[in-house]
């Protein structure tokens, strides 16, 4: 695994930096790829600019555990990913330090195999634009905390087209 690391060097040190802020691998290469790749290359001088990454990304986990605002009863995090490589390793890191705070980890592949209202395909869509429709995976667990890699306006795209066919109610 190496990402797009750019080199600066201002005549006394050498620097390796991870500026892929875009792709979603940029947390794992940062918090994890950067220090392996020193050691296998035997850089003995400084440090890696994420090796605080994973015991921040925990920090945050635990303290959203204790936040009875956000955190529901079932310490869920349903990660959500797409079918590539890089969300699939990057929410395995993100995966290990959320189950590392406490909480109870599932990876879904986007929102494949849930349904609205129950995972049996018993649930009614709701008569009204505002009224809420629960997301529920094959186990009858409620998405109720999510976390994922690609964008929110493709969640509600598949959510929203999977409202305007009538008879099924499971989401594709």
């Known amino acids: 695994m190496c990402g797009q690391f ?6 006394k040190e050498m620097l390796m930096l991870e500026y892929n802020r875009g ?15 020193a050691r296998r290359y035997g850089v003995e001088l400084g440090t890696s600019t994420g090796s605080f990454l994973y015991a921040k990304i925990v920090k945050y986990f635990k303290c959203l555990l204790q936040n009875r605002l956000l955190c529901p009863s079932h310490k869920l995090i349903h990660f ?12 395995l890191y993100a995966t290990n330090a959320a189950e590392a705070a406490g909480f109870r980890a599932k990876l879904c592949f986007k929102l494949a195999d849930s349904s609205f209202g129950c995972a049996t ?31 929110w306006d493709t969640v509600l795209l598949q959510y929203t087209a999977r409202l305007a066919q009538p008879g099924s109610q499971r989401i594709r």
């Not at 750019?6 to 005549?11: L, N, R, T, V």
């Open 6 to 11: 750019d080199f600066g060097y201002d005549g």
């Open 121 to 151: 395909g018993g649930a009614k869509l709701a008569s009204s634009a505002t009224e809420q429709r629960p997301i529920v995976e094959l186990e009858e667990e409620w998405f109720l905390l999510v976390w994922k890699t690609w964008a």
């Open 23 to 37: 792709s979603s691998s940029a947390m794992l290469e940062c918090g994890g790829t950067q220090e392996k790749m």
């Open 80 to 91: 959500v990913i797409d079918g590539n490589g890089e969300e699939w390793y990057t929410a």
